[in-house]
């Protein structure tokens, strides 16, 4: 995931996504070097110091910097923005969503905690961990395998993918599963997240707990009920 989620950043150059510099591997020494003494062969020289150096392998990932905050720092100490500052971000996000889309991958992950602004004032979609291709396939872990005759990409993903109380109801009322049987489109699920910042936006608070019928905000919405829900 780390490969395609770096790849990704560095590939989408869009201003309402951050952007990827460079991404890559290193050795980093592992804590402190040990030394040990080993006598020399030569009598005259006497002992000398030998270090053993541990390594370790490091991934990393260089960004673009959003020098202001992410949105669920900004919300935590206010009550919302403006409709007209929060229409202005959701434009912008949904203009990065596109980005993605356009690029064949689903974020499957948007949220205000993934969402950071920079020093303008711009928005940035930050976190592509989760992402997906587009086309799907039903081997596991979605990872296509040409071989296999039975792994087929029919534009439906099947993880669980998310964060627990903004997942899809496609998604949620499966998570007692290994997978999602029949499915689901990424499009509308970064949609459907999308709405769920939006409401973050305006109001601090997201719009329910679970998108389950379970959830009495969410069944009022369901259902329509729009007035009963602006009185819980």
């Known amino acids: 995931m780390f490969k395609l989620e770096s790849s990704l950043l560095c590939s989408i150059q869009h201003a309402n996504v951050l952007r990827g510099i460079q991404y890559g591997s290193a050795a980093l020494v592992a804590g402190n070097a040990e030394s040990t003494m080993k006598q020399s062969s030569c009598e005259t020289s006497g002992p000398f110091a030998v270090q053993k150096v541990k390594f370790r392998k490091v991934l990393y990932t260089a960004m673009e910097m959003a020098q202001e905050f992410d949105l669920s720092d900004y919300l935590d100490y206010t009550k919302g923005f403006s409709e007209f500052h929060s229409l202005q971000l959701f434009l912008q996000l949904m203009n990065g969503i596109k980005a993605i889309h356009e690029a064949g991958f689903a974020n499957r992950d948007i949220k205000v905690a ?87 936006l305006l109001f601090a608070t997201g719009p329910f707990h679970n998108a389950a019928l379970e959830d009495p905000y969410y069944q009022l919405l369901v259902n329509g009920e729009g007035t009963e829900f602006w009185k819980m």
């Open 114 to 200: 993934n969402i950071l602004i920079d020093k303008d004032y711009n928005l940035k979609i930050s976190d592509l961990g989760l992402a997906a291709p587009l086309k799907g396939c039903s081997c596991p872990n979605e990872r296509h395998d040409m071989k296999n005759k039975s792994c087929q990409q029919l534009g439906r993903l099947y993880s669980l993918a998310g964060t627990p109380g903004l997942l899809a109801p496609e998604i949620h009322r499966h998570l007692d599963d290994p997978f999602v049987p029949n499915g689901y489109n990424g499009e509308a699920v970064d949609v459907f997240n999308a709405g769920i910042v939006l409401f973050n």
